[in-house]
T-cell receptor
Framework: DAKTTQPNSMESNEEEPVHLPCNHS???????IHWYRQLPSQGPEYVIH???SNVNNRMASLAIAEDRKSSTLILHRATLRDAAVYYC??????????????FGSGTQLTVLP | EAQVTQNPRYLITVTGKKLTVTCSQN?????MSWYRQDPGLGLRQIYY???????DKGDVPEGYKVSRKEKRNFPLILESPSPNQTSLYFC???????????FGAGTRLSVL
């Protein structure tokens, strides 16, 4: 299975942009890149996903490298409520051959006031 | 409100005493799954279900059972809990296996 590599931790100042990197050098051509986050004492929640093109939603933006071997989750203005563990996950489109989301250790984001 | 509901949220039990953690979703999702989360090990899948009466093992199924008799419910059963099953458990559901997963708030289990 393709794996992802993320920094263990990152810090950001409040109201500044945050760029959370993820390396996935063994990604296959059809794997989707998903990001989830887990706030303290809560279950993971979906943030964003993409395949090849950059994606934006109300929570964040996802920038995907041209060769798809890396991606970056962008929080445009970090708030204290964005402090969480962020997980980058690869998800094959054929669910019959890939049954689960494989969560790595993620990146612990600390937002400083 | 669309949600995945787990009960109980907290549970302390003793070794060998059978227990069930319930999970229910109100989104008519086909796919449901159980994970456990342990420090340093991240989230690991225990069992998943693609639809009613269809279940399969995840990465760490030993010591657990599940059933999917109804679409909305996916209980996790520990027939004879042991201390190494002390963990934080999450139930999740999605429309199909390829879609966004929605997670419950978690059940913190301690087995003494």
């Amino acid at each position: 299975d393709a794996k992802t590599t993320q920094p263990n931790s990152m810090e950001s100042n409040e109201e500044e942009p945050v760029h959370l990197p993820c390396n996935h050098s063994t990604i296959s051509g059809t794997d989707y890149i998903h990001w989830y986050r887990q706030l303290p004492s809560q279950g993971p929640e979906y943030v964003i996903h993409g395949l090849t093109s950059n994606v934006n939603n109300r929570m964040a933006s996802l920038a995907i490298a041209e060769d798809r071997k890396s991606s970056t989750l962008i929080l445009h203005r970090a708030t204290l409520r964005d402090a969480a563990v962020y997980y980058c996950i690869l998800r094959p489109p054929d669910w019959g051959s890939a049954r689960q989301l494989t969560f790595g250790s993620g990146t612990q984001l600390t937002v400083l006031p | 409100e669309a949600q995945v509901t787990q009960n109980p949220r907290y549970l302390i039990t003793v070794t060998g005493k059978k227990l069930t953690v319930t999970c229910s979703q109100n989104m008519n999702h086909e796919y449901m799954s159980w994970y456990r989360q342990d420090p340093g090990l991240g989230l690991r899948q225990i069992y998943y279900s693609m639809n009613v009466e269809v279940t399969d093992k995840g990465d760490v199924p030993e010591g657990y059972k599940v059933s999917r008799k109804e679409k909305r419910n996916f209980p996790l059963i520990l027939e004879s809990p042991s201390p190494n099953q002390t963990s934080l458990y999450f139930c999740a559901s999605s429309l199909t296996g390829r879609n966004i997963q929605y997670f419950g708030a978690g059940t913190r289990l301690s087995v003494l």
